[in-house]
Nanobody, 122 residues
Framework: QVQLVESGGGLVQAGNSLRLSCGVSKSTASTYAMGWFRQAPGKEREFVAC????????RYADSAKGRFTISRDNAKNTVDLQMNILKPEDTAVYYC???????????????WGQGTQVTVSS
């Protein structure tokens, strides 16, 4: 069983930055692709970014391109999401996830964290 714990969420003003971090419990975490999804109130969970197990492959949602950067440190079993130039529409609960491949489909992921709230004020 892989446990994921997100941290780093909070309330920020539009235009500012936040860095989310996800701690992965299992030493074999480096074999998993990792992703970040988000869910706003009344909306479906949507893909934000993912990274392959090696870190060599990355994918971003159009809304995240140019503003967000996903990275991982397999020695520390962590995955980060650096979010810059935040907008009110980025407000959501952000979830860390682990799975077999870097994908924008929720079904490709096997483990999910509890989420961390990000609120961007205008």
């Amino acid at each position: 069983q892989v446990q994921l714990v997100e941290s780093g969420g909070g309330l920020v003003q539009a235009g500012n930055s936040l860095r989310l971090s996800c701690g992965v419990s299992k030493s074999t975490a480096s074999t998993y692709a990792m992703g970040w999804f988000r869910q706003a109130p009344g909306k479906e969970r949507e893909f934000v970014a993912c990274i392959s197990w090696s870190g060599g492959g990355k994918r971003y949602a159009d809304s995240a391109k140019g503003r967000f950067t996903i990275s991982r440190d397999n020695a520390k079993n962590t995955v980060d999401l650096q979010m810059n130039i935040l907008k009110p529409e980025d407000t959501a609960v952000y979830y860390c996830t682990a799975g077999r491949s870097c994908s924008d489909y929720t079904q490709r992921y096997d483990y999910w964290g509890q989420g961390t709230q990000v609120t961007v004020s205008s």
